[in-house]
């Protein structure tokens, strides 16, 4: 009997390619941008899979820096007057013309050994020696975020340079050799996750519960990002299917820092979550109906469209937007950057979840308009910050 064949590894077979790509200056462009660069390296075989999680965060911290910094010209110092100075700032600039249309250009060079990006915005450029000596320094209150996330990059690649007085940034990555191995395939999907670590006693410790950016999933496991070191192997991941948390118990295998205060943890999931031994393995019996659990729960969450289309004109709302979720939990503070009939894009200093939520707009005499509205984007600017993306649905109850 013949060997069946195998599937054709085509990314090895990419002797060169060569584009060229325009973002416009707009928040939510930068995660989608980030994204779209990743899938390509893979495409093309300039990035592994196992090594692209990290060039995914290295994009979001170059195009973030030419977006907000560059052509936005927002500087980082506004974080240290309160999250609400920078968020301001970050929408009005974001909505006014004559900053969001400056374009960044990337260029992309894969010779199929070495990859190569270059990333120019339209900025006044910054002192790079300067950001570069806070880079080195291990004074933490030295160390700004504009200097972690240089950090980052520079760890995650193997050159990093600025040119242009820092209007323009060059990357590059040598290709891998070998092969990845894994067990099962993953789908790369980022999804809000809840962690609640486990207690040596096999009891969930609740009020220690906090939030994390799933970066893939497996049926045997998810690989999360988050904001915290982790002192236990035993922890419960929540997922929302549809609307509510459901919990599966899992088993940290690492937990390392990727840069700056983001650290990622590999994790499998488990049936038992009470065992107390690190190397057993869960029932034989119980660990497939974990698998088909996660399995219908990607089935059950398509992703939302990067891009968001509006019928209704729109017009720019800088004012203070406050959004009410309805699973309960404080309103969160945001600020708007344009609005139309049928929705709004806002500005946040935390994560919103892709649910039902009551929406305040401040009017010109009365009480604020209260509107039922549903979250339908949330993407990560940086650190703390949002783009959020809202669709109007009816008129809540008004109070005076």
Known sequence: MSPLPTRPNLPAQVVAERFQLHLPSLPHWIEAGAEFLRQKAVLCGACGESRSGKLLVAMHEALANAVIHGNLEISSQLKEEGDDAFARALAQRSADAGFNERMVEIDVDYDGQRCQWTITDEGKGFDVEKVLARCLSDDPEVLLASGRGILMMRSFLDEVRFEKEGRRLVMTMTRESGQERRRKPRLHRKESLRIVPMRADGSADWEASYAAVARNFSAEGVGV??????????ILIGLDVGGSLVYIPAQVRHCKSVGGDIFELGCSF??????TDPNEEADSQELPRVHEAVEAILRANPEVPPDDRRAEPRVVYNERVEIAPIS????????GRDLSKGGMALVTSAALPLERAIVALRQNEGPPLRIHSRIVRCDKIQNNFYDVGIRFRTLADQRN
């Open 225 to 234: 990002f988050q904001e915290k070191l982790i002192h236990t192997d035993r």
């Open 270 to 275: 488990v049936a038992d979550p009470t065992a």
């Open 328 to 335: 309960g939990g404080p309103a969160v503070v945001g600020f």
